[in-house]
T-cell receptor
Framework: NAGVMQNPRHLVRRRGQEARLRCSPM?????VYWYRQLPEEGLKFMVY????????ESGMPKERFSAEFPKEGPSILRIQQVVRGDSAAYFC????????????FGEGSRLTVL | SQQGEEDPQALSIQEGENATMNCSYK?????LQWYRQNSGRGLVHLIL?????REKHSGRLRVTLDTSKKSSSLLITASRAADTASYFC???????????FGTGTRLTVIP
């Protein structure tokens, strides 16, 4: 049973470009969470999705950021018109149930904005 | 923002010694979890303790929870160099649908 798969692992973008980060949850998991981690800091919650629904996006910046989890395919975190402050590691996690038990994390996507 | 706070921020010990990390949080919780993160990697779940539990063990890990003080501790006994990592506590404060992570303790175990 493959774990949570994130790609790309590393992404370099110039200011103003778009970044798309993908996450395939563990098999049988329908709950996906995205977190952002700045260097030497903890994880900051961004968004929680179930299939085809955004459940909680309270941690998502209001502009330039969007997330989706379609019926088929991976969850996508999209950052438009990236700025240097978007440089961070973005982690996806999945869980099989809605209760906040154990989360299974991917290895992260490290975005560098030049 | 809702977030736990770990202390110390960094801890350096000799192999074989015990390591203790503490976590404080702000509001009511259903459970508290500890995760480990090796440098450049994702987080790995270590242990979950429910709000009605006071202590839990898993191998060389011992976790305590004091809901009256809104604090938890993680003890790693007989540490090994391979235990070198960052350790984070996480809570579902206020019945949130997600986990809020602390700032982490960076543990270095010197061989």
């Amino acid at each position: 049973n493959a774990g949570v798969m994130q790609n790309p692992r590393h992404l370099v973008r110039r200011r103003g470009q778009e970044a798309r980060l993908r996450c395939s949850p563990m098999k049988g998991h329908s709950h996906v969470y995205w977190y952002r981690q700045l260097p030497e800091e903890g994880l900051k919650f961004m968004v929680y999705l179930q299939k085809e629904n955004i459940i909680d996006e309270s941690g998502m910046p209001k502009e330039r950021f969007s997330a989706e989890f379609p019926k088929e395919g991976p969850s996508i975190l999209r950052i438009q018109q990236v700025v240097r402050g978007d440089s961070a590691a973005y982690f996806c996690a999945s869980s099989p149930t809605v209760n906040t038990g154990e989360l299974f994390f991917g290895e992260g996507s490290r975005l560098t904005v030049l | 923002s809702q977030q736990g706070e770990e202390d110390p921020q960094a801890l350096s010990i000799q192999e074989g010694e015990n390591a203790t990390m503490n976590c404080s949080y702000k509001t009511s919780i259903n459970n508290l979890q500890w995760y480990r993160q090796n440098s450049g990697r994702g987080l790995v779940h270590l242990i979950l303790i429910r709000s009605n539990e006071r202590e839990k063990h898993s191998g060389r890990l011992r976790v305590t929870l004091d809901t009256s003080k809104k604090s938890s501790s993680l003890l790693i006994t007989a540490s090994r160099a391979a235990d070198t990592a960052s350790y984070f506590c996480a809570t579902d404060e206020g019945g949130a649908n997600n986990l809020f992570f602390g700032t982490g303790t960076r543990l270095t175990v010197i061989p």
